[in-house]
């Protein structure tokens, strides 16, 4: 089976996460709620496509980008989640891909998929321990 690598990005402030509302014409995961991202295309580095994809669907730099975790997201397709904090960014967020984005409080519930949940838990635990620093 093949394994497409993607990034995510949670996007943090405030004690809320931007999110988005996914198209209904997305091959994957339509209308869901869900952390931002995309695949990593041909060649590129993980970097590479964290920066891109942040560009395309939302038009920001970051300023700072911390890795979380990598997780298994079977969806249509077999996806390999690689999850970034970004607590910094510079640029105004817009919405060029999703139907929407929008500020939800950090909280595994707000979010429809097992992968996306598994994150914000990572993230709260290892944040709430100290292990995460966002300075």
Not at 22 to 47: C, F, L, W, Y
Request: hydrophobic share 40%; aromatic share 8%; glycine share 6%.
């Amino acid at each position: 089976m093949d394994v497409f690598e993607c990034v995510s990005f949670m996007l943090v402030n405030d004690g809320k996460i931007l999110l988005e509302k996914r198209s209904a014409s997305k091959t994957h995961d339509p209308n869901m709620v869900a952390i931002p991202g995309g695949h990593i295309e041909g060649g590129e580095s993980q970097t590479d496509a964290l920066l891109r994809e942040l560009d395309e669907e939302l038009a920001v730099l970051p300023q700072q980008s911390v890795y979380l975790c990598s997780l298994y997201h079977p969806t249509g397709e077999l996806q390999l989640l690689h999850y970034y904090v970004i607590p910094q960014w510079c640029g105004e967020i817009a919405c060029h891909e999703a139907e929407a984005v929008f500020w939800a409080d950090i909280d595994p519930s707000v979010v429809e998929t097992d992968a996306d949940r598994l994150a914000i838990l990572e993230y709260q635990r290892l944040y709430a321990s100290g292990v995460l620093s966002l300075s």
